[in-house]
């Protein structure tokens, strides 16, 4: 099975409105990280944040860490039509060597 | 300018036929990566080079056989195409190995007929 997981697979909201993702992971990492796929596009990287850290922001964007869940909240504010994406956690973890390893995605949907 | 450029980005071909696809990167990046992407949107690492050097393999059919010529590029020559290999490949270059930020390439969307 997968080390990232993410939660919920699809959301759909009206524009202005937050949108939360959620992720959790098996292991120990080393970092977690949140990267952004528009529709036929490749990815994007939106934030990392380390294993010592807890909360990090950037712009509109929110991530939080709780390593002893094992799990990582990517939150945006105010969303706009143009946040419409799928959103993928990856996970750096000693135990996967010198890789990232991938969830599934949320695909967000932004209604205007 | 393109960070990472891969060719081509649309690739339709029959069973059996050999194909290759091309990555570059200007970003002066040591690590290079292949991702194939499928149908549910689910990434998995293939390979991954640093200084022209394999790093990572991957479970991956031995159809699949990776390139690089320079640091700067990475290519995948894929040998007798089946239909279970229809997918996106991305391209993909980081600082350094390990878990590092990495920057994707736009994808080649592969379509084994």
């Known amino acids: 099975s997968q080390q990232g997981e993410e939660d919920p697979q699809a959301l759909s909201i009206q524009e202005g409105e937050n949108a939360t993702m959620n992720c959790s992971y098996k292991?120990?990492?080393?970092?977690l990280q949140w990267y952004r796929q528009n529709s036929g596009r490749g990815l994007v990287h939106l934030i990392l944040?380390?294993?010592?850290?807890r909360e990090k922001h950037s712009g509109r964007l929110r991530v939080t860490l709780d390593t002893s869940k094992k799990s990582s909240s990517l939150l945006i504010t105010a969303s706009r039509a143009a946040d419409t994406a799928s959103y993928f956690c990856a996970t750096d973890a000693p135990i996967y060597g010198n890789k990232l390893v991938f969830g599934a995605g949320t695909i967000l949907r932004v209604k205007s | 300018d393109t960070a990472v450029s891969q060719t081509p980005k649309y690739l339709v071909t029959q069973m059996g036929n050999d194909k290759s696809i091309k990555c570059e990167q200007n970003?002066?990046?040591?690590?290079m990566y292949w991702y194939k992407q499928d149908s549910k949107k689910f990434l998995k690492i293939m390979f991954s080079?640093?200084?022209?050097?394999?790093?990572i393999n991957e479970t991956v059919p031995n159809r699949f056989s990776p390139k690089s010529p320079d640091k700067a590029h990475l290519n995948l020559h894929i040998n007798s195409l089946e239909l279970g290999d229809s997918a996106v490949y991305f391209c993909?270059?980081?600082?350094?190995?390990?878990?590092?930020?990495?920057?994707f390439g736009p994808g080649t969307r592969l379509l084994v007929l």
């Open positions: 080079y640093n200084n022209k050097e394999l790093i």
């Open positions: 993909a270059s980081s600082p350094r190995t390990g878990g590092e930020t990495q920057y």
């Open positions: 292991t120990s990492i080393n970092n």
């Open positions: 970003l002066g990046h040591d690590t």
């Open positions: 944040i380390r294993s010592n850290e």
